[in-house]
């Protein structure tokens, strides 16, 4: 919120109500921001996550045609 918002609305605002107003609102945008202060840390987790994930198909993938070779199985079409 600026203050010419507040002004245009009430232009007989003292200045030390506005400057309450806009303390105010300075402190609800603060909370509002801390509740998403970790999001860059999610999402580096979420990258390094998807990855070990990755890594995990992978290697299930190169033992089940191992196992499948080992058993005598022909290899699975995709």
Do not use: C, H, W
């Not at 605002?13 to 998403?36: H, Q, R, T, V, Y």
């Not at 191992?66 to 199985?73: E, F, I, N, P, Y």
């Amino acid at each position: 919120m600026k203050r010419e918002f507040i002004t245009k609305l009430l232009p007989e605002i003292s200045k030390e109500a506005l400057d309450a107003i806009m303390d105010e609102n300075g402190k609800d945008i603060e909370a509002a921001k801390a509740k998403f202060s970790d999001y860059d840390d999610l999402k580096t987790q979420l990258t390094e996550a998807n990855k070990t994930i990755e890594g995990f198909k992978a290697m299930n993938t190169d033992s089940d045609a191992a196992m499948r070779a080992v058993m005598g199985l022909p290899p699975l079409k995709n």
